[in-house]
């Protein structure tokens, strides 16, 4: 692993969750123990059997929301939500409000592979775009309304680059990687929006000082304030 002084970010808690959708909760027990017990199943007929092959994404903006995606036969993600505040048995009742699908999206562009989200916005990861090429989407909304508002990628990217394939957020800093970068050797992106604000800019390129072909840098990331880490398997 190779650690870097940089801005601000973390990866957000998921986990793995396949076509079914499971939602837990956890409840105060006596003692000051955690109980968690099985509260709905979110099933998806249109989206395929091979969907949800990446970690879904839950936060919070006032309500919970949950956003699930990817699939090899299609090309969108869902967010669902609890904000109707229907209660059935004593438990938020979840239903699905949007399906985001970017401007002339393919099946083969991966895109919902890696999604980071914080309040009203969230981060999509398209890494089979433009032949491997790889992009990352921005949407921003509120409920049932979500806009694109930007997309992002690398200006030196090349085909095979798999910009996107993983993701890390914390605040306003998006860090990127790009495993698949001069032959493998992989770079991560650093991106930064101002405070308050829906723009988010490139700062950096990240790479190691023993960079070599084969070592794919920036499979795996984690931010947390000014402090990342990044992962480089060979």
């Not at 903006?61 to 904000?83: A, C, E, K, M, P």
């Not at 409000?97 to 981060?123: C, R, Y």
């Not at 920036?218 to 398997?233: C, F, H, K, N």
Request: charge should be neutral.
């Amino acid at each position: 692993c190779v650690c870097f002084h940089v801005s601000e970010n973390l990866t957000m808690p998921t986990m793995r969750w396949y076509f079914v959708v499971l939602l837990l909760v956890k409840a105060l027990l006596a003692g000051g123990l955690y109980d968690w017990s099985f509260q709905q199943r979110i099933e998806l007929p249109s989206a395929g059997s091979n969907y949800a092959k990446t970690p879904s994404v839950l936060f919070g903006r006032g309500f919970l929301t949950l956003v699930t995606g990817y699939g090899t036969n299609q090309s969108g993600i869902f967010i669902h939500t609890t904000d109707d505040g229907y209660i059935k048995d004593n438990q938020y009742v979840w239903s699905q409000q949007a399906v985001l699908v970017p401007s002339g999206a393919q099946q083969s562009d991966e895109f919902g592979k890696w999604m980071v989200a914080s309040n009203h916005t969230l981060i999509v990861s398209s890494p089979g775009q433009a032949n491997n090429r790889g992009f990352a989407y921005i949407f921003n909304g509120t409920l049932r309304h979500w806009s694109q508002i930007q997309r992002l990628g690398a200006l030196e990217g090349t085909s095979g680059d798999y910009f996107g394939d993983y993701m890390t957020l914390y605040e306003n800093t998006l860090i990127v990687g790009a495993k698949g970068t001069s032959s493998n050797a992989g770079a991560a992106y650093v991106f930064e929006r101002p405070r308050g604000g829906y723009t988010w800019s490139r700062q950096g390129r990240l790479l190691p000082r023993d960079a070599a072909s084969n070592q794919y840098f920036g499979e795996r990331l984690s931010l947390y304030s000014d402090t990342v880490i990044i992962s480089a398997r060979n």
